[in-house]
């Protein structure tokens, strides 16, 4: 089994950043990407980043130029830096891991972390 543990989630103005975490435990051994997922209220959960071991990555493109997600293999640690931040952006995050290599459906990711809230208001 695999553990994910989010953190970084708060209250932010639009314009701000915020840099969210997810540290790895466990069998880590057998997986090969990472991703961020995030939902918003009344909306289906939707890819953010994903990244692989080796540092390949994609990213969804309502983030692109704005997120990017980064990993510390050495901490086991998953990154996504957040800057300007609409309100848009408004959701939980939550940290995935599969064994597969940069899948994009939700139903390839085997673990999950419990999520973070991250809100972009005035």
């Known amino acids: 089994q695999v553990q994910l543990v989010e953190s970084g989630g708060g209250l932010v103005q639009p314009g701000g950043s915020l840099r969210l975490s997810c540290a790895a435990s466990?069998?880590?051994?057998?997986?090969?990407?990472m991703a961020w997922y995030r939902q918003a209220p009344g909306k289906q959960r939707e890819l953010v980043a994903v990244?692989?071991?080796?540092?390949?990555?994609n990213d969804a493109d309502p983030v692109k130029g704005r997120f990017t997600i980064s990993r510390d293999n050495a901490k086991n640690t998953v990154y996504l830096q957040m800057t300007d931040l609409k309100p848009e952006d408004t959701a939980i995050y939550s940290c995935a891991a599969a064994r597969l290599w940069l899948p994009t459906t939700e139903q390839h990711y085997a673990f999950w972390g419990q999520g973070t809230q991250v809100t972009v208001s005035s």
């Open positions: 466990g069998r880590i051994f057998s997986i090969l990407s």
């Open positions: 990244m692989t071991n080796d540092g390949s990555a």
